[in-house]
């Protein structure tokens, strides 16, 4: 009996299926790609069934042909020659026609077990080529292959009992090398599930991790977009409450004053803009202290006290930078929506967090012009910032009737 040479179908691979991002159920989609994946025999594959094919072909016509073999030939030989044709379409013809698939694999079963026994058991490799394969592709139904198997075996059984000179040790070996088969294509079947199943982790992880840099780099744009903000609010609107302060000193002819505005409005100008360089160069923390922040505010015509009970601890870049930008921007809208009205600044710490307390009473009067610019987008940075520390914090704001307030609270633990 011919030793089959068979190889089997190239493994399953992510080369296209690792192009879709998995969003929910789409995971299953993807896994189905993978399993799918199989383009046909790699090159060694479809050597070595080339191989074994020739080689049955070429026992078979030498054992019938030579004399005294009958002529024309005899069934035996051309049903064995079309098991042989079939299993060399089975190698070459893409997996994705699955009906020419499917037929040769078909006949390659049916032919080569009509025959196996006339044959001395040399047409036993395509049936054993056609069961392996069937049964160890994951993308193709597992009871597909299986009925192949269960064919051979029952056509072993006719033969069997319709030709009683069969002898019956030959038949049962010629089932047993079926079984066998069919275990191989099972264990092959297994194997690619799970080299399929490691390289579908594989891919899902490398989507999280991308999922995982975008989260990050837009959350990184959210962070930048609102630094910018509070620095041209913080410095725009200082200087617009400047000029206001050099057109008012300018009408009544005090030169020296409105000279000294300007030169206010100056620093104020380059601070702002040295922090907007910082913001979108480096990404560094604000250079500028608390006490330069408040000395900023008096010096653009604000009244501010600050109150510090406590001990002080370290605090990192980030829970430093949420305490300057929410005094920052709390002193930007006293200035546009209260100005002129006394600030009252609390920082508080304990072992827990550290605690800043703004308090701007009610301008008395119409809203002030400056007023009008804002958008709330201030508060709701000052949100997402305190929210976005790695120890977490709270934004809370108290709009009264005679004073608004605005809570910050930075967890230091």
């Known amino acids: 009996m011919t030793t089959p040479a068979l190889a089997g179908d190239s493994p399953a691979t992510l080369t296209e299926a690792s192009s879709v991002t998995p969003r929910g159920d789409t995971a299953d989609a993807l896994r189905q790609q993978v399993l799918a994946a199989d383009t046909g025999h790699s090159r060694t594959g479809q050597i070595l069934n080339l191989a074994?094919?020739?080689?049955?072909?070429?026992?078979?016509?030498?054992?019938?042909?030579?004399?005294?073999?009958?002529?024309?030939?005899?069934?035996?030989?051309?049903?064995?020659?079309?098991?042989?044709?079939?299993?060399?379409?089975?190698?070459?013809?893409?997996?994705?026609?699955?009906?020419?698939?499917?037929?040769?694999?078909?006949?390659?079963?049916?032919?080569?077990?009509?025959?196996?026994?006339?044959?001395?058991?040399l047409t036993i490799a395509p049936v054993f080529a056609a069961i392996v394969m069937a049964i160890g592709r994951p993308a193709r139904p597992?009871?597909?292959?299986?009925?192949?198997?269960?064919?051979?075996?029952?056509?072993?059984?006719?033969?069997?009992?319709?030709?009683?000179?069969?002898p019956v040790v030959l038949v049962l070996g010629m089932v047993a090398v079926f079984v066998l088969a069919a275990t191989?294509?099972?264990?092959?079947?297994?194997?690619?599930?799970?080299?399929?199943?490691?390289?579908?982790?594989?891919?899902?992880?490398?989507?999280?991790?991308?999922?995982?840099?975008?989260?990050?780099?837009l959350e990184e744009r959210a962070r930048i977009a609102r630094d910018i903000h509070d620095v041209l609010a913080h410095s725009l609107g200082g200087l617009v409450v400047q000029l206001d302060a050099i057109e008012a000193l300018l009408e009544v002819g005090d030169v020296a004053g409105a000279a000294s505005r300007v030169s206010a409005g100056r620093r104020l100008a380059a601070s702002g803009l040295r922090e907007a360089r910082s913001v979108v160069s480096t990404l560094a923390p604000p250079e500028d202290d608390l006490a330069t922040l408040l000395a900023d505010h008096r010096e653009l015509g604000g009244t501010v006290s600050l109150v510090e009970e406590g001990a002080p601890r370290p605090l990192d870049d980030q829970q430093s930078a949420a305490i300057h930008r929410a005094l920052q921007e709390g002193?930007?809208?006293?200035?546009?929506?209260?100005?002129?009205?006394?600030?009252?600044?609390a920082i508080v710490?304990?072992?827990?967090?550290?605690?800043?307390?703004?308090t701007t009473p009610r301008a008395p009067g119409p809203h002030p012009s400056l007023a009008e610019s804002g958008a709330g987008h201030g508060l709701a940075g000052m949100r997402a910032r305190v929210a976005a520390l790695p120890l977490g914090g709270e934004v809370h704001v108290e709009d009264g009737?005679?004073?608004?307030?605005?809570?910050?609270?930075?967890?230091l633990r």
């Open 52 to 121: 074994g094919a020739a080689v049955v072909a070429y026992v078979l016509v030498t054992q019938f042909v030579r004399p005294p073999a009958p002529v024309p030939p005899s069934l035996v030989l051309w049903l064995g020659l079309v098991a042989v044709a079939a299993w060399i379409v089975r190698v070459f013809v893409p997996l994705r026609r699955v009906g020419l698939v499917t037929g040769a694999e078909v006949v390659m079963t049916v032919c080569g077990a009509l025959v196996v026994v006339p044959t001395g058991g």
């Open 184 to 217: 191989l294509g099972f264990s092959r079947r297994q194997s690619r599930i799970a080299t399929a199943g490691s390289e579908l982790l594989a891919a899902e992880r490398l989507v999280a991790a991308h999922d995982r840099v975008r989260s990050a780099a």
């Open 331 to 345: 002193l930007s809208n006293a200035r546009k929506h209260a100005p002129g009205m006394p600030v009252r600044a």
């Open 142 to 166: 597992l009871g597909y292959g299986i009925g192949l198997a269960a064919t051979a075996v029952a056509l072993q059984g006719v033969l069997l009992v319709v030709r009683g000179d069969f």
């Open 349 to 358: 710490w304990d072992d827990a967090r550290v605690l800043l307390t703004l």
């Open 401 to 411: 009737a005679e004073t608004f307030t605005v809570t910050v609270a930075v967890a």
